[in-house]
């Protein structure tokens, strides 16, 4: 940047400089993530003071839970090139839109997996509920979870001990899912159980479980450091008498269904990272521009000014990658086809939003750690990523599984 430059950026103000140079997506884009920002910002106070269903169904009414006509396309939001913005392009920027805001990133995390996790892959199958309309998934009056971790595990499927028996017309579901985001809040849970024996690929099926229902509780609550505002609690089956009509496809269709749920989760999860990450290199330059040090601004250093590229880097890499991700899917490509893009994308985001975090942190000194400081720092959040919807190591495994080497989990 030359001094025309640094003067220009402190003219507009630092944040302003920031902003401008990631707000590289087409403009239609970029107004759906200002309109997000601006609607939810009157949800930031109000959703700290409430609990969690409280504050869900407040980011319901923003209508972000509404999934549009398939392959409807906004003519509203088309760009003045004429480019239409895509159902998954509009999510992901709703997405980050409410997360720019500054809505509480739990929230955003647990807004992301359902409907990326759960209602884009299974709309077909959450459209058919008896009693239940998308509309009240839409509304925020019936909430979702994705059960398929066991106390024993959740990296390795096939260890899964949870049973569904042929019962009738219909299926006893027997055992427990633990470790569930939104678990002890969810009305309805996406359940894996074995229906067959050993490692078959068949041997899995899926169902959609009330909650709770005759033989289905909830059991322990846990607490945890990352993502505290987002409950996580377990899921008890006792026999639960389930209809045919539970089942998500075909009965041994469970892994297929899994790759599909999984596959969505992987491409887009990390978007609802993109607003924090926003608001926390903006922070973080804002500091390094004001903080004194050795007689001159901090920014003046090479040092910190790195770091500092470094943060802009990594959140570029992160929000082109999300983006080409929600294209592919807006183009049609099943979310099957793109398992290993969408791998490579979880693991480059969420390693993205750590390195930032660590930048952040480092940049920040004493203040990082002091909850009521402006520059709090929260590692345990960005770290989790590396663990759910597939832990990084063996999603690297699955990848060079697909370049064709001999390689099992
Ligand atoms: C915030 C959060 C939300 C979650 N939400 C849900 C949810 O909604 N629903 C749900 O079902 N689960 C959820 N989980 C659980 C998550 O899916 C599991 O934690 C994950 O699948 C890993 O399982 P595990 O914790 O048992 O780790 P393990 O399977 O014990 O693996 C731990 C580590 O061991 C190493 N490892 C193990 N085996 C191998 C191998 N073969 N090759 C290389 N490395 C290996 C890896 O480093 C791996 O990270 C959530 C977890 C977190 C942190």
């Known amino acids: ?28 884009v970029e107004r759906i993530v200002d309109d997000y920002r601006e609607r939810a910002l009157p949800l930031v106070a109000r959703t700290a003071a409430d609990d969690f269903r409280a504050a869900w169904q407040a980011l319901a009414g ?23 913005v895509g159902p998954v392009t509009r999510s992901l920027a709703a997405v980050e839109g409410i997360g720019l805001a500054g809505v509480d990133p739990g929230l955003c ?16 199958a959450l459209s058919g509920l008896p009693g239940r309309t998308p509309a009240d998934i839409a ?14 595990g959740g990296s390795d499927p096939f260890s899964m001990r949870t049973t569904a028996r042929r019962d009738g017309d219909g299926y006893a579901l027997d055992g427990a899912k633990t470790f569930v985001t939104a678990a002890p809040v969810a009305d309805l849970a996406v359940v894996f159980a074995r229906t067959g024996a050993g490692r078959s690929p068949f ?3 899926a169902f959609l479980v009330p909650v709770p229902s005759p033989g289905v509780t909830r059991g322990e609550t846990f607490d945890k450091t990352a993502l505290p505002t987002v409950p996580m609690g377990e899921l008890l089956f006792d026999q639960a008498r389930l209809p045919a009509c539970a089942l998500i496809g075909e009965e041994g269709s469970g ?24 608001l926390m290199l ?36 992160s929000r082109t990658q999300l983006y080409a991700m929600a294209a592919a899917l807006d183009a049609g490509t099943p979310a099957r086809q793109l398992a290993a893009e969408a791998s490579l994308t979880k693991i480059s985001v969420s390693e993205d939003y750590v390195r930032m975090t660590e930048h952040a942190t480092a940049l920040s000194g004493v203040r990082a750690f002091l909850p009521g400081s402006p520059l709090p720092a929260d590692l345990h959040s ?7 919807a597939g832990p990084n190591d063996l999603l690297r495994v699955g990848v060079a599984r697909q370049f064709g080497l001999p390689v099992e989990n």
């Open 282 to 317: 903006r922070r973080t330059v804002e500091w390094a521009d004001q903080r004194e040090h050795f007689e001159r601004r901090m920014g003046a250093s090479h040092q910190v000014a790195a770091r500092v590229s470094d943060m802009a880097m990594a959140l570029h890499r």
């Open 139 to 152: 509304d925020g009056a019936v909430l979702l979870c994705h059960a398929l971790t066991e106390r024993g």
């Open 109 to 124: 995390y647990a807004l992301t997996s359902q409907l990326v996790g759960m209602q884009y892959p299974l709309r077909d």
């Open 382 to 388: 960005p770290m989790a990523a590396l663990t759910y």
């Open 1 to 28: 940047m030359g001094r025309g430059a640094v003067r220009a950026a402190r003219d507009q103000g630092v944040s302003a400089a920031v902003e401008r140079l990631l707000r590289g997506g087409p403009a239609a």
């Open 203 to 205: 041997a899995l099926s």
């Open 62 to 84: 923003l209508d972000v839970l509404r999934l549009p006509a398939d392959g409807a396309r906004d003519g509203a939001q088309a760009d003045t090139d004429g480019c239409a």
């Open 255 to 278: 892994l297929a269904v899994m790759a599909s749920t999984t596959a969505w989760e992987r491409a887009l999860i990390m978007g609802y990272a993109l607003g924090p990450m926003r």
